[in-house]
Every structure is written in C-alpha cells, then in structure tokens.
C-alpha cells in the first residue's frame, strides 16, 4: 500500500440512487482503511427530462484534470456510453490507472458482475416454478452493457422454452423509477392481453411498476407476477418483498479502490475482475423468501429517515428565503455562509467562472433597440475561477482566483487526513455559473435532498445574476437618456442633471456660475460639400476639443446639431479666456493633424454671474447664447465657404 497522499478521482451521476450509493459506500470503506483522499465528481443528469438541464449538469465531467490525481474510478454505468468513451481517452491520455465498473472500457481495469446468470435463472423461476408464458419486460438503456446483457439473457431462455417474442412485450427505458409507470401504461393500452409476469431489469423500475399496477387495480402477485434486479434497499422492505438479485456493488466498488492501490504498488493486477450475482426468489413471485429487516428496525430507520428529511426540508427552505433577500452579493455570500455551516462540513469551496455574471452590451445594439448579446460558458469553465467562499480549518478565508485547470487551490492538504471531496455543477439550465466543492459531510450521501440544495444554490445565483445584469441595462439606459450617442459626452438632460445640485449650490453660496455657448462654424458646409459622414466627424472632432480643454472639473454637453455648452462654478473672465485659448489651441492642433479636407472653427460667448433665487441655468443660457450670435456676425461668413472651395480637388 502506498504511503504517500494519494487522491483518485471518482466520477459518476446519480449518487442519490442506490446503485451508485451501494457502490460508493464501497469506495469510501476502503478508501477510509487505506488513507486514500477522494475527489467525486458528481452530476443528476437524466432526473428532469430536460436536455439543458442535463448538459448543465454533465459539464462538471469537463472539469477533472485527470494529470493531478493518481487514479480514477469511473461508474461508468450511470451516464451515456459516448460520455464514458470521452472520459476514457481523457484518462488514457493521463497516464494514470483507472478502473470502470460495469462498463468495460478500452486500456482500464474493468469490473464486471454476471448479469446474464442470474437474470437465467429468474427468467426460467417463472416459467419452471410459476407456469407463466406471457411475460414482459422492462429494460434499461439499449446503449449500456448492463442492460444489453440482462435482456439478452431473458430472450435467450424464452428462446429456449419456445415463448414468441413479441416486441410490444419489451418496454426500452432507462434505469429511472418513472420508466416502470411508463411501462405499464404502455402495456395497459397495447392490444396485446396483460402478461402473467413482468421481469425488471434493476428495482427501482420494479417498484415504480407493481406501485402503478395497483393504481390501476392489478396486485401483485396474486395477478401478475414482478422481479427486479439488484436488491436494494427499497426492494428488500417493500411489501410485497421483491424477487431480485443479489449484486455485490459495495464489493465492487472496494475492489476498484483496492485495485488501483495495488496498481501503485506495483502489482501485478488483471484486467478484468468478474463477480457473481445470486437471484433471491421473494413475495412478489409468490414466494415466501424474505429477505427485509426486522420490523421494529425498519420501523426505527424509516422513522430517522422521515425525521432527517423534515429536518433537511427545514433547512433548505430558510436558505431559498434568505437567498432570494439578498439584494447585494456581499449579502447573499454572508447568508450562503451560514448555511454552509449547518451542513457540517470541515470544508467548503463556492468557485464561480469569472464571466459568471457578466452580458456584453454591444455599442452597436444600445442605439438600434436590438436586445444584448448574453455571452456565457457552456462546456468547461472559464480559464479562471472566483472563490467568494472558502471555509477550511473551521473558518471562512480570503481567497484569490486560480486557474480552472487547478479545480481547487487546496486539492491536496497535505495533512495526511483522509479527505471526501464533492465536486457539484452549479449552473442554470445549460448556462454553467461554476460548481461547489463540499468536503468530509455525510449531506450528499445521506441527504436525499442534497440534489435539491444544490439546484437551490444554482437558481439564486441565476437569480442574482439576472439582478446584475439587469443593473448593467439600467447603467446603459441611464447613458442613452443622459449621453450623446454621437459624441459621447453629455446630452441636455445629462448637462442639465449634472448642472442642477452645483448650480443650486452657487445660489445658495452665492458663487459665481459660468455658461460658454460653443457654435460650430460651418457644419452645412461640410455636410453639402462632403456628406454627413464627414460631419459628424467634425462633430465628434469638436467635442473631443472642448472635452481636453475642461481640465478643471467644467462639464460639457451637445446641446443638438454642432451647438455645445460648458458649465462651471467659481468662473472669472481670466478662466473664461484661459478655456477659450485651450479650445482654440486644441482646435489647431486637431487641423493640422487631421489632414480633413475643410478646417475647424468654432464661435464662442460665455456669461459669468452670481446666481440668485429664481434665476435657471438657462438664463445663463440664453445671455451666453446672444454673445455667441454677436461674434459669429463678426466673422465673414464667406471665408469658410472659401477656405472648404480651396480644399476641393
């Protein structure tokens, strides 16, 4: 055995169903014996029927850095075998051992268990012992050995005691409880007479099917005869007890951690290990094999479990109260923090991609009314990751950023104490906003609601982040009514926004308020000779010039066509001419670098008063206007209209 801080990885989906829990609680004695860290990466994939939903979640399978850890243990038979295949060349390419159980997987290890035996022997239970010759059957996914392998086994003995196979006798589902009240229903409306049996291919969809032929008034068995296939816990307690088989799953997933151990020991170790199921003959075929707890414990136990789930329900619906309060981030952390407490975890790791939040807002789509553009991560993460909460050590740290390709700063302590690390995808639908990483909790093995307050955490960051966003719309609204969108600078209501509280405040102070009135000369000229284009340029040009020479806190605004205003408190003349010198001075600077084929001018009047009560900015206004009216009649209107002529080719 390995004496160094090893740490594999453990990838599966569905770890509230018991398959993977029976497997899993394999992995963690062993892994508990050995001194052996473990970093699961989780999803819930297939449990919504909704297909963005899935590919939010099964994005948490994009984030192992396989090169970090020492071995890997797939449950490749709770996902797709495309998924399996991707992560198996990810692995492969890795250079580390891996171990697949129940899906045998090109360069790993494999563990396997006799399927096609004991689903023989239930098969022929029913037609030797029971007299049956109308049997259904209801079956996992046509992609998964598994599955494939125990419906082979049920058509090879009907094959061999000459019962037709009739198609509409076989219901293809996919592991789930809901696909046993899919088949019945399906078989209740066939034209085909009810089967006298109904062979399962795992428990759950056993279950779900007896439950529904009830419903419709069919027992079991006194009418129709069901077996399941794994011996789960539901199936032993159920009443009637369920014909099943026995699989060794918590033995499978303690080989797979002991197999990799070895591995790194340098052992010697087969590539495939195949172990045995045995099938148990119960009360729901009729026989009176029980195989439950004793009553007074099942009756303590279901009780614990009644009472641990009100507790957990409890829990979850003061965080989705207080989440959804939060109005501000720094909030909505503080509240996620204290519920990250009562999960009783020694650590906690809340990673969001760093674009988790964000829109882009294009320039060109604010003016034309199109809706913004969401730009967010589908597959993967982002190349960094923000960890607004990292609780270690019994308290909450400041934590920076680290490259998604590290998945966690702390991915390996060092400290020699046996680590169960849970990787969980936060997203909304196929939007990925990050993942959670919780540590040494029993809440995702025990809690049947820990799905649930995963998904809680995932909508209230969605929901905060459509708070954001819409602040960020708010922000560029607010700019539409108070920016020229030609320009950039100030329009009127942004100048007279921006204009009111100072000027209200030379009233009351009795300081001096400045307006200078900026015309500028020429524009239909330049629009005639060398189009529009070419005169909002000039435009854009001048309010370039009056925004570098306000260097002393005066606000400047485009009043409308090529007139501008500046505004500003604590003026006197030698300010006012000190401005107009900065505007002209950049002014020539602008035409003689340009190279534009007419030349920039513009007509000033400025205004200085100490405001009274009454008194507007627009009576500044209105002087500073005349005065500009009176210079420009000073100028020769012709010598622009010949300066534009001499620039014409």
């Known amino acids: 055995m390995p004496k160094q801080d090893i740490t594999f990885a453990v990838i599966a989906s569905g770890i509230d169903e018991e398959y993977q829990h029976s497997i899993l609680n394999g992995i963690h004695r062993y892994a508990a014996q050995h001194h052996v860290n473990l970093a699961h990466f989780i999803a819930y994939g297939g449990m919504l029927a909704n ?6 979640e099964y994005n948490i399978f994009e984030l192992p850095n396989f090169s970090l850890f020492d071995g890997v243990i797939l449950l490749s038979n709770t996902f797709s075998a495309d998924l399996a295949e991707e992560l ?24 396997g268990i006799r399927n096609a035996m004991a689903m023989e022997q239930i098969t022929r ?39 037709p196979l009739e198609e509409e006798r076989i219901y293809h589902g996919s592991f789930r409880a809901k696909d046993g009240r899919r088949a019945i229903e399906a078989f209740l409306q066939s034209e085909l007479p009810m089967p006298q049996a109904i062979v399962c291919a795992n428990d759950a969809m056993a279950i779900s099917a007896m439950l529904t032929l009830e419903a419709h008034g069919i027992h079991c068995p006194e009418d129709i005869l069901v077996s399941g296939f794994d011996n789960i816990y539901n199936a032993k307690n159920f009443s009637p007890a369920l014909t099943t088989v026995e699989r060794p799953l918590m033995q499978s997933g303690a080989l797979a951690c002991e197999i990799l151990c070895r591995v790194m020991d340098g052992d010697a170790v087969e590539r495939v290990q195949a172990l045995n199921a045995v099938p148990i003959y119960s009360e729901s075929c009729g026989c009176n094999y029980f195989t439950g707890e004793d009553i007074s414990l099942f009756k303590k136990r279901n009780y614990q479990t009644i009472e641990n789930t009100n507790r957990d329900i409890s829990l979850l619906n003061q ?70 909460i990292a609780y270690y050590d019994g308290e909450f740290h400041a934590a920076e950023s680290f490259l998604s390709s590290e998945m966690l700063p702390r991915l390996r302590t060092g400290t020699g104490k046996p680590r169960k690390l849970y990787f969980v995808p936060l ?53 539409l009514y108070a920016v020229d969108s030609l320009t950039g600078i100030f329009n009127r209501n942004g100048f007279h926004r921006g204009t009111k509280e100072i000027f209200r405040r030379c009233v009351e102070e009795q300081r001096s308020a400045m307006v200078m009135f900026v015309d500028m000369d020429g524009l239909k000229l330049i629009n005639d000779n060398y189009g529009h284009k070419s005169g909002d340029h000039a435009i854009r040009s001048i309010a370039t010039v009056l925004q570098e020479s306000c260097i002393k806190g005066e ?33 020539d600077i602008c035409n003689r670098n340009a190279n534009n084929p007419y030349t920039l001018s513009v007509s000033v009047g400025a205004y200085i008063t100490v405001p009274v009560e009454g008194m507007t ?11 500009m009216y009176e210079e420009k009649k000073k100028k ?14």
Request: hydrophobic share 35%.
């Open 51 to 56: 297909p963005k939903y899935d590919q939010g």
């Open 88 to 111: 198996s060349k990810r692995i492969v390419a890795a250079g580390i051992p891996a171990v697949s159980i129940d899906r045998d997987l090109k360069d790993m290890y494999y563990i």
């Open 125 to 163: 239970h029913f037609i030797e012992e029971h007299h049956v010759r109308k049997i259904n059957y209801i079956s996992g996914p046509d992609d998964n050995t598994e599955s494939v392998e125990r419906l082979n086994a049920f058509t090879k003995v009907l094959a061999e005691y000459e019962i």
């Open 319 to 388: 965080m989705s109260c207080s989440l959804v309060e939060c109005d501000q981030f720094e909030g909505y952390i503080s509240a996620l923090k204290a519920f990250v407490l009562k999960t009783k975890c020694e650590e906690f790791y809340l990673c969001l991609n760093d674009n988790w939040h964000t829109k882009q807002l294009r320039n060109d789509t604010l003016y034309t009314g199109e809706m913004p553009m969401d730009t967010y991560t589908v597959q993967g993460y982002s190349s960094r990751m923000l960890v607004p």
């Open 427 to 479: 997203h909304f639908r196929e939007r990925c906003l990050g993942y959670f990483v919780i540590c040494n909790t029993e809440m995702p093995m025990s809690s049947s609601l820990f799905h649930t307050w995963s998904i809680t955490i995932s909508n209230s960051l969605e929901n905060f982040r459509k708070l954001l966003c819409l602040d960020e719309v708010v922000q560029e609204l607010d700019k």
């Open 555 to 587: 606000l400047s605004c485009r009043f409308g066509g090529d007139e501008f205003f500046i505004f500003a408190a604590d003026y006197d003349e030698d300010d006012v001419a000190a401005l107009r010198n900065r505007i002209q001075e950049h002014i």
């Open 617 to 627: 900015v627009f009576h500044l206004i209105t002087v500073a206007d005349n005065r």
């Open 636 to 649: 020769n209107p012709s010598k622009y209209l010949k300066q534009i002529i001499d620039s014409m080719p």
